[in-house]
Structure formats: structure tokens, C-alpha cells
């Protein structure tokens, strides 16, 4: 059975994100395409929640540094919304003031966020937007519905190296169980969310290889060494799936592309 190798290139190389998966279309040696079964509901949710989750850790990977910020808007109880329609305005209001503030300094403002709504009623939005100095001041000063809770990615408790566990807290929904202090598995705590990001984050193309044979385990390149090396089973195929991470052991912070560069130029008039 053949295999599919995809290689993401981040921060100019400093990052290759791995994905290795069995391709579906074809059986065993000498056997006829494999013909697929209709997913069910449960089954494409999942798959579903797996690429929300994978594209935004990627974008985490391309565009954010463990020393940005993680933050919390939330509600007091008289300002809460009576719907996500009004959680969405106030947020794209306090956005564009955001914008607005990190425009004047010559910053580009890039943004993840998901709007919850918890089972008891209460709203709060998560929020990972790029540190210019001043943002956690900026994004105080915008948001007039409640408190604002902030820190470095890296000093979160969700912090870990390739953004997994970030990416997956980013995403949760109304499906996402909870997950208790005894490892334990509990419903949801979220009635529903909306997870969005800015529009100015585009992920580059991978580049694509076809292997013969399934790697017994990932090997790092000459330079690099491996993160959160994962193994699943896809859902909807039942075909084994592969995930690590590859950081350059000499990069440097920060380093990225202007084109896609974390900040405007500084060109002070």
C-alpha cells in the first residue's frame, strides 16, 4: 500500500511539519482500489475537528512565537450577549480597535480566537494574538464587556513545543469532552463556540512525496530534531495516520519571512 509523505516549510525552514498517511484509493499488492464506505455524522464531525485543529496549529507554527500572548475577554453578567450574533459584533468591534492601536505603532496584528459560551450561560473569548510591547494594555483598552486575562504562550498551562495542545484548546466546541483531574473523561462544559482567525495568515503549499512502504518510525533530518511524534487512526478511511514536527536545532527567534513576517516595517516617518 502506498503512502503519502506531505512536508509543511514554516518560518523560513526552521520548522517542517510532517504529515504521513496510507492512501486510501488502493488494497494490498495485487488488489483492486478499495472501495469506500459513506462516513457517518459521527465519523466526518471528527475529521471535521482534526483539520480545524491540525490547520490551526499550523498556523501557530507559521505565524506565532511562544513569547506572544494568550488571553481571555470575558462577560460580566450584565453585559452578556443574548446570542453569538451579538458575541460576534462585540468582538469585531474590540478587533478593529485592536488593529487600529497596533496600525499606529507599524505592526501587523495576526489573531486566532474562539467565542465560547459555557452550559451555565456565562461568555468568554480566547484569544492568541502576536506581542508588540504593549498589547496587553491595547486589548484591555478594547474590551469595555468585562475582565481581560493575559500571558506569554509559553508561561499558559496549554504550552507545548509544537502548539498541540494550544491548537486543541483553541478549537473545543460543544462536542470536546472535559477532561477531568483523575484523566477521566465528563460532558462538555461548552453550550457552543465560533473559532475564526484573521484573514492575513495564509499556510504555504506542502510539498508532496510518495513512499512504497510505511517508515517504521520518523527519522530527523541532518540539523533538526523531533516534537510530539503521532499516531492515529483516520476516522473515516480506518487507515493509520503520522504527525511530528522537526524544529532547526540552531534557529533563531522570530525569524521569518518579510513577506509573511511576523511585524510591518518599522518605517518611521
Known amino acids: 500500500m502506498a503512502t503519502k509523505r506531505k512536508i509543511y516549510k514554516f518560518r523560513q525552514g526552521d520548522i517542517l511539519d510532517v504529515e504521513e498517511h496510507h492512501d486510501g484509493n488502493y488494497g494490498g499488492p495485487g488488489k483492486r482500489r478499495i472501495k469506500r464506505e459513506k462516513p457517518t455524522r459521527e465519523q466526518m464531525r471528527r475529521v471535521n475537528a482534526m483539520n480545524k485543529a491540525r490547520k490551526c496549529r499550523q498556523k501557530l ?9 494568550f488571553v481571555t475577554w470575558t462577560y460580566e453578567e450584565q453585559n ?21 492601536e497596533y ?3 507599524y505592526w501587523e496584528l495576526f489573531w486566532i480566537r474562539n467565542i465560547e459560551r459555557g452550559t451555565r450561560g456565562a461568555w468568554h473569548i480566547h484569544l492568541v494574538v502576536n506581542e508588540t510591547g504593549s498589547t496587553l494594555s491595547i486589548l484591555e483598552k478594547a474590551w469595555p464587556h468585562g475582565g481581560t486575562w493575559g500571558t506569554k504562550i509559553r508561561k499558559s498551562k496549554i504550552y507545548d513545543e509544537d502548539f498541540t495542545k494550544l491548537s486543541n484548546y483553541m478549537t473545543k466546541d ?23 482567525t484573521s484573514r492575513n495568515m495564509p499556510l504555504p503549499e506542502p510539498k508532496k512525496v510518495r513512499l512504497y512502504r510505511w517508515p517504521k518510525e520518523p527519522k530527523p533530518k541532518k540539523g ?9 487512526i483516520n476516522p473515516v478511511t480506518g487507515y493509520k495516520y503520522r504527525r511530528y514536527t522537526m524544529i532547526r536545532l540552531d534557529r533563531k527567534e522570530s525569524k521569518k519571512p518579510p513577506s509573511q513576517g511576523k511585524y510591518l516595517v518599522r518605517m518611521r516617518i
Open 103 to 105: 496600525r499606529k505603532e
Open 61 to 69: 507554527l507559521q505565524y506565532f512565537d511562544s513569547g506572544d500572548c
Open 80 to 100: 452578556r450577549p443574548l446570542d453569538m450574533k451579538g458575541a460576534l459584533k462585540d468582538f469585531q468591534k474590540a478587533i478593529r480597535t485592536v488593529r487600529k
Open 224 to 232: 533538526y530534531y523531533i516534537v510530539n511524534n503521532y499516531e492515529g
Open 174 to 196: 460543544e462536542h470536546t469532552p472535559y477532561r477531568k483531574k483523575d484523566g477521566t473523561e465528563g460532558k462538555s462544559r461548552i453550550r457552543e463556540a465560533n473559532y475564526g
